[in-house]
C-alpha cells in the first residue's frame, strides 16, 4: 500500500537535513561510482519511503556546498562525493575544531573519548608523522 503523501512528509519531518544528507552521501560513498539522484533514489527507498524530488534537492545541495561533484548523464546529472567517508570526517574536525573555543582543550577531550587502541593507534601516527 502507498503512503499518503501527509504520511511522506511527516516521516521526512523526523529527519534534519542533515541526516537526510547523510544518509544520501552514505549512499554514494557504499557504491563509489557516478550516481543519478534516480539510482540514489531507488537504494534510499528501499530503507525508507522517500520522495524523488526530496533526492534530487539534497544532491543539487551537496553540489552546491562542495561535497559532491557532478556531470551530465544524459538529460540528468550523475554526483559522486568529492572526498572519501574518512576525508570528510576529517574535515569536518578540523571545522569543529576551529570554532570549538580552546583547541587543546577540545583535543584533550577528544582523546579521553578514544578507546585505548583508539589512541595507542593515535600514537603510532603522530610518531610517523615526526619523522
Given at each position: 500500500m502507498r503512503a499518503k503523501r501527509s504520511e511522506v512528509w511527516s516521516s521526512m519531518a523526523k529527519l534534519g537535513m542533515g541526516?537526510?544528507?547523510a544518509r544520501v552521501l552514505d549512499v554514494l560513498w557504499?557504491?563509489?561510482?557516478?550516481?543519478?539522484?534516480?539510482?540514489?533514489?531507488?537504494?534510499?527507498?528501499?530503507?525508507?519511503?522517500?520522495?524523488?524530488?526530496?533526492?534530487?534537492t539534497i544532491l543539487v545541495r551537496l553540489w552546491r556546498k562542495g561535497v559532491v561533484d557532478r556531470e551530465?548523464?544524459?538529460?540528468?546529472?550523475?554526483?559522486?562525493?568529492?572526498?572519501?567517508?574518512e576525508e570528510r570526517a576529517a574535515s569536518r574536525m578540523a571545522d569543529l575544531?576551529?570554532?570549538?573555543?580552546?583547541?587543546?582543550?577540545?583535543?584533550a577531550h577528544f582523546v579521553d573519548?578514544?578507546?585505548?587502541?583508539?589512541?595507542?593507534?593515535?600514537?603510532?601516527?603522530?610518531?610517523?608523522?615526526?619523522?
Open positions: 541526516e537526510l544528507e557504499d557504491r563509489d561510482v557516478w550516481m543519478t539522484p534516480s539510482e540514489v533514489h531507488q537504494v534510499l527507498i528501499r530503507r525508507r519511503e522517500l520522495a524523488y524530488t526530496t533526492v534530487m551530465r548523464d544524459g538529460k540528468a546529472y550523475a554526483y559522486r562525493p568529492v572526498e572519501t567517508r575544531l576551529k570554532t570549538g573555543g580552546d583547541r587543546s582543550l577540545a583535543l573519548s578514544m578507546t585505548p587502541a583508539e589512541r595507542a593507534k593515535l600514537r603510532q601516527m603522530l610518531r610517523r608523522s615526526r619523522s
